[in-house]
């Protein structure tokens, strides 16, 4: 924890945390598409 960069992330971890936020969005929308299936 560096006080160079303040808040900003490096490339390399912004890189790869951005697509991982992406995919526990889309994977929390499937569980609860899923769940809405099931109650229906």
Request: charged share 0%; with cysteine; proline share 8%.
């Given at each position: 924890m560096t006080e160079d960069g303040g808040s900003?992330?490096?490339p390399p971890l912004s890189s790869l945390l951005s697509p991982?936020?992406?995919?526990?969005?889309?994977?929390?929308?499937n569980i609860s598409l899923f769940y809405f299936r099931i109650l229906a």
């Open positions: 900003s992330l490096p991982l936020c992406v995919s526990l969005f889309v994977g929390m929308f």
